[in-house]
């Protein structure tokens, strides 16, 4: 089983990717795989509607050479799950993730239908429940099973690799992935426990 998590920071090795690093370690630890492929800092294509992903027969956007669109695409077919994390810009999801996401579900949904999902943000200090939510929405579109937490998947931090010093929000992203390979051990009807593995509740808040 593997689950392709998409970084949708500009910034490569930034908390976002903490975030998603931490996930794909204790998804290792129930002998699921995970890819983290970054959505890059270049410029990242809107649809603009024109349908023409409807006529190619696979399910292509037809900005094909211009971003990873086609890349996510192409790699869902043999992914079992799909986690897409941005930063929090303005109370929202970084553009270029928000982008991607969009027309990679309308492009090539055939590739997703079915599959759990979930969003991870990452912010400095507010706007991160309205970001999630955007994120979360169009998988629900998209008859995916969406996996949470013990908390909305979130983390804390500003400059790179602050996020890991979230102890709450790091445990988090941990009971996200112990979430995400329950499920996915069920749906694949494999032998696993009657719940999730649960770890003592490490609570923090940010008065210091």
């Known amino acids: 089983m593997k689950v392709l998590l998409i970084n949708g920071s500009p910034r490569r090795e930034g908390n976002t990717h903490v975030a998603l690093k931490a996930i794909g370690l204790q998804l290792a630890k129930h002998h699921v795989d995970s890819e983290i492929l970054w959505v890059g800092n270049k410029a990242v294509r809107g649809c603009i509607a024109c349908g023409a992903c409807k006529a190619n027969a696979d399910s292509r956007c037809v900005f094909g050479d211009q971003d990873i669109c086609n890349e996510v695409i192409a790699k869902m077919a043999t992914c079992d799950a799909i986690i897409i994390g941005a930063p929090v ?8 993730a928000l982008a991607i996401q969009q027309r990679m579900l309308y492009a090539g949904g055939a590739n997703f239908q079915g599959k759990p999902a979930a969003a991870v943000c990452v912010c400095r200090r507010g706007g991160a429940t309205a970001a999630f939510q955007t994120l979360q929405m169009p998988f629900q579109m998209c008859n995916m099973p969406l996996v949470g937490s013990q908390y ?23 009971t996200l992935a112990n979430n995400m390979a329950w499920m996915l051990q069920k749906l694949h009807g494999l032998p696993t426990t009657e719940a999730p593995e649960r770890e003592p509740w490490t609570p923090m808040h940010f008065i210091r």
Request: hydrophobic letters at 30%; proline letters at 3%; a negative charge.
């Open 152 to 174: 909305w998947n979130i983390a804390y931090g500003r400059e790179e690799g602050q996020a890991a010093e979230d102890v709450e929000g790091m445990q988090t992203m941990r």
């Open 89 to 96: 810009y303005w109370g929202q999801p970084a553009s270029q």
